[in-house]
Nanobody, 123 residues
Framework: VQLQASGGGLVQAGGSLRLSCVGS????????MGWFRQAPGKEREFVAS????????YYADSVKGRFTISRDNAKNTMYLQMNRLKPEDTAVYYC?????????????????WGLGTQVTVSS
Protein backbone atom coordinates (compact mmCIF):
# COMPACT_ATOMS: atom_id res chain seq x y z
CA VAL A 1 0.00 0.00 0.00
CA GLN A 2 1.23 3.49 -0.81
CA LEU A 3 0.51 6.31 1.62
CA GLN A 4 0.33 10.06 1.11
CA ALA A 5 0.07 12.43 4.04
CA SER A 6 -1.13 16.01 3.75
CA GLY A 7 -2.60 18.84 5.77
CA GLY A 8 0.44 20.17 7.55
CA GLY A 9 1.21 23.85 7.84
CA LEU A 10 2.03 26.75 10.11
CA VAL A 11 -0.32 27.49 13.00
CA GLN A 12 -0.19 29.51 16.18
CA ALA A 13 -0.13 27.84 19.55
CA GLY A 14 -3.64 26.89 20.61
CA GLY A 15 -4.74 26.41 17.03
CA SER A 16 -5.86 23.33 15.14
CA LEU A 17 -4.89 21.33 12.09
CA ARG A 18 -6.25 18.18 10.49
CA LEU A 19 -3.86 15.80 8.80
CA SER A 20 -4.99 13.28 6.20
CA CYS A 21 -3.35 10.11 4.97
CA VAL A 22 -4.66 8.56 1.78
CA GLY A 23 -3.77 4.97 0.98
CA SER A 24 -3.79 3.22 -2.35
CA UNK A 25 -5.03 -0.30 -2.94
CA UNK A 26 -8.06 -2.35 -2.02
CA UNK A 27 -6.55 -3.69 1.20
CA UNK A 28 -6.37 -0.39 3.05
CA UNK A 29 -9.14 -1.47 5.42
CA UNK A 30 -7.10 -4.48 6.55
CA UNK A 31 -4.25 -2.42 7.98
CA UNK A 32 -3.76 -0.98 11.39
CA MET A 33 -2.68 2.61 10.91
CA GLY A 34 -0.56 5.02 12.85
CA TRP A 35 0.82 8.53 13.02
CA PHE A 36 4.39 9.25 14.06
CA ARG A 37 6.37 12.47 14.19
CA GLN A 38 9.99 13.49 14.12
CA ALA A 39 11.39 16.80 15.26
CA PRO A 40 14.85 18.01 14.20
CA GLY A 41 17.58 16.19 16.09
CA LYS A 42 15.13 13.79 17.70
CA GLU A 43 14.06 10.23 17.09
CA ARG A 44 10.78 9.38 15.43
CA GLU A 45 8.09 9.09 18.08
CA PHE A 46 4.67 7.54 18.21
CA VAL A 47 1.64 9.82 18.17
CA ALA A 48 -1.48 7.71 17.67
CA SER A 49 -2.70 4.43 16.24
CA UNK A 50 -6.03 3.03 15.06
CA UNK A 51 -7.12 -0.54 14.39
CA UNK A 52 -8.26 -1.79 11.00
CA UNK A 53 -11.92 -1.27 11.87
CA UNK A 54 -11.44 2.02 13.63
CA UNK A 55 -12.88 0.55 16.78
CA UNK A 56 -9.71 0.82 18.85
CA UNK A 57 -7.41 3.78 19.20
CA TYR A 58 -4.23 4.40 21.15
CA TYR A 59 -2.47 7.68 21.92
CA ALA A 60 0.83 8.88 23.23
CA ASP A 61 0.42 10.57 26.60
CA SER A 62 1.73 13.82 25.15
CA VAL A 63 -1.23 14.17 22.78
CA LYS A 64 -4.02 12.42 24.67
CA GLY A 65 -7.05 14.68 24.99
CA ARG A 66 -5.82 17.03 22.25
CA PHE A 67 -5.47 14.81 19.18
CA THR A 68 -8.04 12.46 17.65
CA ILE A 69 -7.25 9.72 15.18
CA SER A 70 -9.95 8.37 12.87
CA ARG A 71 -10.34 6.60 9.56
CA ASP A 72 -12.80 6.25 6.71
CA ASN A 73 -12.14 2.94 5.00
CA ALA A 74 -14.58 3.74 2.20
CA LYS A 75 -12.28 6.62 1.27
CA ASN A 76 -9.02 4.82 2.07
CA THR A 77 -8.20 7.72 4.36
CA MET A 78 -6.97 8.19 7.90
CA TYR A 79 -7.12 11.48 9.79
CA LEU A 80 -5.43 13.16 12.71
CA GLN A 81 -7.36 16.05 14.19
CA MET A 82 -4.94 18.13 16.24
CA ASN A 83 -6.36 20.69 18.66
CA ARG A 84 -4.75 22.98 21.24
CA LEU A 85 -1.46 22.70 19.43
CA LYS A 86 1.75 23.51 21.27
CA PRO A 87 5.18 24.56 19.97
CA GLU A 88 6.52 21.18 21.06
CA ASP A 89 4.17 19.54 18.54
CA THR A 90 6.33 20.97 15.77
CA ALA A 91 7.66 18.08 13.67
CA VAL A 92 7.34 16.22 10.42
CA TYR A 93 4.34 13.93 10.75
CA TYR A 94 4.32 10.53 9.07
CA CYS A 95 1.52 8.05 8.53
CA UNK A 96 2.15 4.33 8.51
CA UNK A 97 0.31 1.06 7.89
CA UNK A 98 0.81 -2.24 9.67
CA UNK A 99 -0.35 -5.57 8.27
CA UNK A 100 -1.28 -6.95 11.70
CA UNK A 101 -4.32 -4.68 11.71
CA UNK A 102 -4.06 -3.78 15.36
CA UNK A 103 -2.95 -0.73 17.32
CA UNK A 104 0.69 -0.43 18.27
CA UNK A 105 3.25 2.23 19.11
CA UNK A 106 6.20 0.21 17.78
CA UNK A 107 7.88 1.61 14.68
CA UNK A 108 8.98 -1.85 13.54
CA UNK A 109 5.38 -3.10 13.49
CA UNK A 110 4.57 -0.85 10.55
CA UNK A 111 5.28 -2.12 7.05
CA UNK A 112 4.55 0.94 4.94
CA TRP A 113 5.32 4.61 5.46
CA GLY A 114 4.27 7.73 3.67
CA LEU A 115 6.30 10.83 3.09
CA GLY A 116 5.87 13.28 5.91
CA THR A 117 4.02 16.53 6.20
CA GLN A 118 5.49 19.43 8.15
CA VAL A 119 3.61 20.85 11.12
CA THR A 120 4.99 24.04 12.65
CA VAL A 121 3.43 25.59 15.74
CA SER A 122 4.55 29.10 16.59
CA SER A 123 4.50 30.46 20.12
Amino acid sequence: VQLQASGGGLVQAGGSLRLSCVGSGRTFSMYGMGWFRQAPGKEREFVASISWSGGTTYYADSVKGRFTISRDNAKNTMYLQMNRLKPEDTAVYYCAAGSRGWVTNEVLSYDYWGLGTQVTVSS
